[in-house]
């Protein structure tokens, strides 16, 4: 009985767990971005350095085209907003509604993956690969390292979107991963935008 009597409840003891358990995951994530931010402002400041070393090679102004990176910059924007009702759905529980959401974000995010890949394409296919100069070592260095972090982050979306799908949707747990994930996707549109002010319009003025 006294034992019994010092002893919290099992659900209450579950809850304490998760209490103690998950905000350490988010603050440890919180690290991780710090990491990245250490990682991006490196190859900034390599850009920076480089950007001038055209090596007898193409500007920015001669290779970018605005058009098209606005329209990048247009979509992962978006699906940065359709990420966000994604999350209001889920903090609601209501799973069809994050679904939907969530998948809009990752066919918006493909999007943004697909027409950066046809960039590269192109300029490699003019001559103008990472190997013609500095400056366009330093570009697709930079711009390729973020497209692959938006590979990585769909990856994940779809993870998230098949755990939603089991009996451990909406938990403590799963609101946790949901919410580093958030961090994640918002962390790459800051990242773009930086990309998009410094190397492409900088580039062409």
């Given at each position: 009985m006294a034992n019994q009597a010092t002893m919290p409840p099992l659900a209450e003891t579950d809850n304490h767990s998760h209490d103690h358990h998950e905000s350490p995951?988010?603050?440890g994530f919180w690290v991780y971005l710090m990491t990245d931010c250490v990682l991006f402002g490196?190859?900034?400041?390599?850009?920076?350095?480089?950007?001038?070393?055209?090596?007898?090679?193409?500007?920015g102004?001669?290779?970018?085209?605005?058009?098209?990176?606005?329209?990048?910059?247009?979509?992962l924007l978006l699906s940065s907003i359709t990420f966000g009702f994604g999350a209001l759905n889920?903090?609601?529980?209501k799973k069809g509604g994050f679904l939907f959401w969530?998948?809009?974000t990752f066919v918006l995010g493909l999007s943004f993956v697909g027409l950066e890949i046809r960039e590269f394409t192109h300029m490699i296919a003019e001559g103008n690969g990472p190997d013609r100069s500095a400056f366009l070592?330093?570009?697709?260095?930079?711009?390729?390292?973020?497209g692959l972090h938006v590979s990585t982050g769909l990856i994940w979306i779809l993870v998230v979107m098949f755990q939603s799908l089991g009996a451990q949707s909406f938990t403590?747990?799963?609101?946790?991963?949901?919410?580093?994930?958030?961090l994640f996707w918002h962390f790459l549109d800051i990242v773009w935008?930086?990309?998009?002010?410094?190397?492409?319009?900088?580039s062409v003025v």
């Open positions: 995951v988010v603050f490196t190859l900034f400041a390599a850009f920076a350095v480089l950007h001038n070393q055209f090596a007898g090679g193409p500007t102004k001669e290779v970018f085209e605005l058009p098209g990176v606005a329209l990048e910059t247009g979509i889920a903090l609601s529980h969530l998948a809009v070592s330093a570009f697709f260095t930079l711009v390729a390292t973020h403590p747990r799963f609101m946790s991963k949901l919410t580093c994930l958030s935008i930086c990309v998009f002010t410094f190397v492409y319009l900088l």
